[in-house]
């Protein structure tokens, strides 16, 4: 496998990773799943590698440590880590070389970090320095603890003995992917592959762990290689740029090159793909005088006897789209579900078209349930797999509006309305996309004509591209008449598609305004904060030629009828 | 966590009323006459009149009950009608014998059964997994008894004449003669066994397939490591309660295994008592295997819990 001797590898000392000609294949079908990868990393940089999700890039980044998934297999290439090489290695060397060259920080830490065991054991045991196998508490010397706990501090962690007693659970999401990049760098490996690792975190703790990222490659002079479907946190964070696509890296190169000047369309398409966090805003229809569609005021909701909402006051008219911006806890899901009637335990008022909303869904009109649709975060669960598309979209309308005289009509028209294709009306929901399971769900919601669409981080799980088509198609609808409610950590999306903003913090709106007000004048604290740990797309950027592309979104700024 | 134990206990015990009352009506409150059916034929007036007294069959059904149950606490069970002896003195060895098979049983069954799930899933679609697949699955299909008498017929007849094919000794001493207890206790470790294997297949797979354990291997851990630091802990919780519900059904399975081997313990009684009508003593081993039932599944649930960091570190 390794016929190519690294006779390279000494031209220069700095490199701490070199693949070449790497192939992965899927193995009862012997499909290659990535194919001739080359790269090079050096000490104390970072790699990029941006792709969708299916690009095969978690697949490179396992095969940098020689692991392979079920079914898989390394088939050809080499890769040498500060000269050495990996592969063709016996199980056991490679299991000395990982760890110590080359470690890994995975994108879930929450399922990564074993959950029956003390953090001491799963940091200390990453050391490797068990003398006594068999013993279970091998390595656990005062030299590895005194390790453990410099490791702990430099990432801003506790290192004292209840903290290393914790286990899993009793951290928060950023004090565990803290941990995992604690156990990374522990034992001071010249490569590290980081998979995602902020994908579950929100703005705030994401700035924090990307900055210890950063500052912990440059102490220890590693190379990292930074696995990540986000071109704006790749843009922040990375030196070099390597861009994926189905298996094959298509461009690759410096970060500032690639940006400014990506080669590939398929890069180009990523970075379109984007969403900028100040952009004019979406068009804003004419402040028209009257009553609100959705008029919410002095609403507070608890779970149990701990209050998650207090004081909320938010207006939604017709064609407008208001978004609630807000981290992990911050209430802004409880209060969509207030709103739609899946959370009855709140007081306050919720006059809907003038009249008051039942807290209960159930205590709810048809009629006024059919008016306002909710549509889930994750697409994956929000459809019954046994069910086909057609059912799916027929379902809530029958349960709302009755049975319709031509059914076929109506799952056409709200396929349609949902960029669609008819045909797809008999598939199941495996048969699709994730992109393509939103776009149905969106269907779903809409196909009972509602005046009001709740969309609670409908495109969180989805790729960037697939979501900026998602961001698209609701400015479509809107236009349409629909009124929006936003619910989202992401407040670059929020400057793309909402005219109003209401920023959430511990179950209060902090500030409520115009997005193009907010956004370039934050009132409040927590918002100025937000927006400045939000990595800013636009400074690395500036220079492209696309930038202005983005600046004008290739939208109709509808003149509205009438 | 103590709460949540105190909880269980609650409705250990709660289950256990209700089973004694559904005990106590089904064999001695039902409509006709409990009298007549244990004398049947030899039922003459005088000693009906008797039995009647002697089962208070003559007060209301509710005191009837408040006199089994105060009776039950201070382990005054009655008098066997078949040998009249008193209930508990004539049950004391038979039960201790009985949980010394059961106890063979589960100690035998218990490892072996999670180390074969375990080796299943570590050698996943390969002939070692799907070999122990078609023989769980096998075993499972067939029901204990025929299990028994074809171990009978291989080890205890024709050529190979291993072992005893009944039990010949008292039922005071059964451990004294192991030989004569080896084709007991291996029916009730076949009997009990496939559940377990079949859930610890399934569970360490899925452990192994988890992020915790690839990670563990990312980090360079020795294999070793991996299986039993990181996998194995993890993957018995959910194991845990598959083998309370088996060695729960060993309290009840004895029964059929018992008579079988001729097995002087608690199922021999059972049916013997059922031959002889003799109420005080079906009575008292019901009760007896219900309560062995909830006992087994009180202990499995108080494992589960402590198994469970998220429980036990929560609720200190």
């Known amino acids: 496998m390794s016929n190519q001797q690294p006779a390279n590898s000494g031209n220069n000392e700095h490199t701490a990773l070199e693949v070449d000609g790497l192939t992965v294949v899927g193995r009862p079908s012997d499909v290659e799943i990535i194919s001739g990868i080359t790269l090079r990393v050096r000490r104390g940089e970072i790699l990029g590698l941006v792709g969708e999700s299916g690009s095969g890039k978690t697949t490179l980044g396992l095969s940098l440590l020689a692991h392979c998934k079920r079914a898989t297999e390394i088939t050809a290439g080499a890769i040498s880590l500060s000269g050495t090489p990996l592969l063709g290695r016996t199980e056991n060397e490679v299991r000395q070389m990982r760890g110590r060259s080359v470690a890994y920080i995975p994108q879930s830490p929450a399922s990564a970090l074993n959950p029956a065991l003390r953090l001491r054991t799963q940091l200390s045991e990453a050391l490797h320095a068990g003398p006594a196998p068999g013993n279970g508490t091998a390595g656990d010397t005062p030299r590895v603890l005194d390790r453990v706990r410099e490791v702990l501090r430099e990432v801003a962690l506790p290192d004292d003995d209840a903290f290393l007693k914790r286990y899993p659970h009793q951290l928060s999401g950023g004090q565990q992917q803290r941990v995992a990049i604690a156990m990374a760098f522990i034992g001071y490996p010249d490569l590290i592959v980081l998979d995602e690792p902020t994908t579950g975190l929100d703005v705030t703790t994401q700035a924090h762990v990307l900055q210890t990222i950063r500052r912990m490659t440059r102490d220890y002079g590693t190379a990292g290689v930074y696995i990540s479907h986000d071109m704006a946190v790749v843009a922040d964070l990375a030196d070099d740029i390597a861009v994926m696509y189905q298996g094959d890296v298509v461009e690759r190169g410096a970060a500032n090159d690639v940006l400014a000047a990506p080669q590939h369309p398929y890069t180009a398409r990523l970075l379109r793909a984007v969403p900028l966090l100040k952009t004019g805003g979406h068009a804003e229809p004419e402040e028209e005088p009257g009553d609100a569609l959705l008029r919410v005021r002095g609403l507070q909701a608890n779970y149990g006897s701990a209050p998650v909402l207090q004081n909320i006051d938010i207006d939604v008219r017709r064609g407008q789209c208001v978004a609630l911006l807000g981290e992990s806890g911050s209430g802004k899901t409880t209060l969509s579900r207030s709103v739609v009637g899946l959370h009855h335990r709140f007081t306050g008022e919720v006059l809907f078209d003038g009249e008051a909303l039942a807290p209960s869904s159930y205590r709810r009109t048809a009629e006024q349930r059919r008016r306002v649709q909710y549509i889930f975060q994750n697409p ?22 009755g049975q319709p005289t031509d059914p076929d009509a109506v799952v056409h028209e709200a396929l349609e309305r949902a960029a669609l294709p008819a045909a797809y009306a008999e598939r199941f929901p495996e048969q699709l996309s994730g992109g393509e399971r939103q776009r149905v769900s969106i269907a779903r919601a809409i196909a009972t004509k509602p005046d009001l669409l709740i969309c609670d981080e409908i ?49 209060e709106i902090v500030e409520y305004g115009h997005v193009g007000t907010v956004m370039s004048d934050p009132r409040h604290s927590y918002t100025r904060a937000l927006i400045a740990d939000t990595p800013d797309f636009e400074l690395s950027f500036s220079e492209s030629p696309l930038h202005r592309t983005i600046q004008a979104p290739p939208v109709k700024a509808a003149p509205r009828a009438e | 966590m103590t709460r949540l134990i105190l909880q269980r206990l609650f409705y250990g015990l709660l289950t256990l009323f209700v089973v004694s009352l559904v005990v106590f009506l089904a064999t001695q409150a039902l409509p006709g006459d409990a009298a007549r059916a244990m004398l049947g034929r030899d039922a003459t007036p005088e000693r009906l009149t008797a039995l009647r007294e002697q089962l208070n069959l003559n007060d209301p059904v509710a005191v009837q009950y408040g006199k089994w149950i105060a009776g039950l606490f201070v382990l005054n069970l ?5 040998n009249a002896m008193p209930v508990a003195e004539y049950l004391g060895p038979r039960v201790s014998s009985s949980v010394a098979l059961m106890a063979l049983a589960a100690i035998v069954a ?70 004569q207890l080896v084709l007991p206790v291996a029916t009730l470790v076949i009997a009990v066994s496939p559940p377990i294997i079949r859930m610890m297949r399934a569970s360490m797979i899925e452990v192994l397939e988890s992020e915790y354990v690839q990670q563990a291997r990312l980090k360079g851990l020795p294999e070793r490591t991996v299986i039993w630091r990181h996998a194995a802990p993890n993957a018995i919780g959910p194991v845990a309660q598959v083998i309370a519900v088996q060695l729960g059904w060993l309290a009840g399975g004895v029964v059929a295994i018992e008579f079988l081997f001729r097995f002087p313990g608690v199922g021999m009684a059972l049916m013997d008592a059922i031959d002889n009508r003799d109420i005080p003593v079906i009575q008292a081993v019901t009760l007896l295997i219900a309560a062995i039932y909830i006992v087994v599944n009180l202990l499995a649930d108080i494992v589960g819990l402590a198994a469970n960091p998220k429980v036990r570190v929560s609720s200190r």
């Open chain 2, 110 to 179: 218990t490892p072996i059964a999670v180390a074969i799930g375990a080796y299943s899933a570590l050698r996943r679609d390969r002939a070692a997994d799907h070999a122990t697949s078609m023989v769980t699955l096998i075993t499972a299909a067939v029901p204990e008894f025929a299990v028994g008498i074809l171990l009978v017929l291989v080890f205890a007849t024709g050529s190979l004449q291993l072992f005893p094919a009944v039990f010949a000794g008292s039922s005071e001493a059964v451990l004294e003669s192991p030989e």
């Open chain 1, 459 to 507: 495109t969180s799980a989805l790729d960037v591209s697939v979501q900026a088509e998602i961001v698209q198609l609701l400015r479509n609808l809107q236009d349409d008449g629909m009124a929006l409610l936003f619910v989202t950590h992401n407040i670059a999306l929020v400057s793309n598609i909402a005219q109003k903003v209401a920023v959430l913090n511990k179950g």
């Open chain 2, 78 to 82: 009655g008098e066997s009608f078949a």
């Open chain 1, 380 to 401: 994956y669960e929000a459809l019954n797999p046994r069910k086909r598309v057609r059912d799916l979209i027929l379902a809530p309308y029958i349960h709302l509006a």
